[in-house]
């Protein structure tokens, strides 16, 4: 909290206090990074764009039952956690249709416990490595380049965070290579994908069995095509897996690698817009099966072990994801996803089949319009082959208590409310509560507190 104060006072504050001197009233849209095209009028073409963002993210849970726990468990004690992003978006138009874009980022903190102990981790503003200390990341660093198809019209891009404002044509094909996430371009949902304005819960905002290629921040080497033509979209993509699962160095070779593909369809219902997307994708990596783990592990009479049992293979899955205006200032989304649940997790998390449902309400009714409320609400579960593996004393990427006796769901209920203080600064209150813990009946359940400070220009 020191950290986030002196910031405030030597760099935000000069800006936040222009940006409220410069509002007049308290009618726009919620600030998000993920702007939508389209959605401010005319704009002025630009050479450049920059603009930047800053996060804090404060959680803590209170003591819970607990009557054992494991090296990747949960801490069952009193315990609170602050995660720190600071963040440049710089663009540059290098030519008619193509622009360049960099993130420099500087990150300190941690997630509760390290980030471990939930299948579905609380907070998306956690990074699998942390420290205490401040230290220094390019996150992204891609060109994205858009070819005009004809037959339709131009949209407004306006200036924000990786977009260059200028015209842009409806009908086109997009191509995005470098370095980025894959959930830039892929799973997105206007109501549930952005962690620093939305929901946090890692299963809410993102299709929790999609596990995305990525490093232990998130990232990763690859591209994507996007075919969009009137009310429908066609993406496709490669991306490179880790080098071994779950760490901070990615197979830049690509002999381990993600293939996804998605397509959108957009519609209206009752003269209110709304989109429903299929994703499909397959990771080849060299990845340990659970059984071929447990088996092992009987025979040597030791604690089971995915890394002793890694081949190449292939771990495929699907996610369905649906976000729909209900109403002017009312809008639900769900997503249900599933994999493999034979072999281990790579890049993202331990779970096999998930559904997710919510909602997100402006505040129009109370008044005040860039003040949203968000709840919802998720389960997960693993595969059978998983649950042997965890309850013969194996660990994951995120969870492993050293036994699963006692196997239930991972249920997990979330609520927000964002305050937008002036045009550059949010703060958001964040409560979740969390049954069965890593899919473990005898520890928990969890409540967890959060509190989030947003700013951006």
Request: with cysteine.
């Amino acid at each position: 909290m020191r950290t986030l104060i002196r910031f405030i006072l030597s760099v935000c504050w000069p800006a936040l206090a222009a940006s409220a001197v410069a509002a007049t009233d308290d009618t726009g849209p919620p600030v998000s990074i993920h702007s939508a095209p389209g959605s401010s009028g005319d704009v002025a073409p630009e050479t450049w764009s920059v603009h930047w963002q800053f996060t804090n993210i404060t959680q803590y849970h209170p003591a819970f039952d607990s009557p054992y726990q494991g090296p990747n468990s949960l801490d069952p004690g009193n315990s609170g956690r602050e995660t720190i992003d600071l963040t440049l978006f710089a663009g540059l138009r290098v030519w008619h249709g193509g622009a360049v874009y960099v993130n420099p980022e500087i990150d300190q903190g941690f997630g509760l416990s390290e980030t471990l102990g939930v299948a579905a981790f609380p907070s998306g503003g956690a990074y699998k490595i942390g420290d205490a200390h401040p230290y220094y990341r390019t996150h992204r660093l891609f060109l994205r380049q858009v070819f005009d198809l004809g037959g339709g019209e131009e949209e407004p891009i306006p200036s924000g965070p990786n977009l260059v404002a200028g015209p842009q044509a409806s009908n086109n094909v997009t191509l995005t290579a470098g370095k980025l996430s894959a959930v830039d371009v892929f799973d997105t949902n206007r109501y549930a994908h952005d962690p620093r304005a939305d929901f946090l819960n890692w299963s809410i905002i993102e299709s929790g069995a999609y596990d995305y290629a990525a490093d232990a921040w998130g990232y990763s080497y690859g591209a994507a095509a996007e075919w969009t033509q009137s009310w429908w979209t066609l993406r496709a993509g490669a991306f490179s897996l880790s080098r071994v699962p779950n760490q901070k160095e990615l197979d830049r070779s690509f002999e381990q690698f993600e293939l996804v593909a998605e397509i959108e369809e957009r519609h209206r219902w009752l003269a209110h817009p709304g989109k429903l997307k299929l994703l499909a994708f397959d990771n080849r990596g060299r990845m340990g099966g659970y059984d071929d783990a447990v088996n092992r592990a009987m025979q040597n009479d030791t604690v089971a072990d995915t890394s002793v049992a890694r081949h190449m293979a292939s771990r495929p899955g699907f996610a369905l994801n649906l976000e729909q205006e209900w109403m002017s200032d009312l809008g639900v989304f769900a997503r249900a996803s599933a994999n493999d649940g034979s072999k281990e997790a790579f890049d993202f998390t331990e779970i096999n089949r998930s559904v997710a449902t919510g909602l997100s309400l402006a505040g129009v009714r109370w008044n005040r319009p860039q003040h949203p409320v968000g709840l919802a609400g998720s389960v997960n579960a693993i595969s059978t082959a998983a649950r042997r593996y965890f309850a013969a004393g194996g660990v994951g990427i995120l969870i492993g208590d050293g036994r699963l006796p006692d196997y239930g769901l991972e249920k997990i209920l979330e609520t927000y409310y964002a305050a937008q203080i002036t045009g550059a600064l949010a703060i958001s209150l964040d409560f979740q509560y969390v049954v069965n813990p890593a899919y473990n009946a005898d520890r928990g359940p969890v409540s967890i507190f959060g509190l989030r400070i947003h700013a951006q220009m």
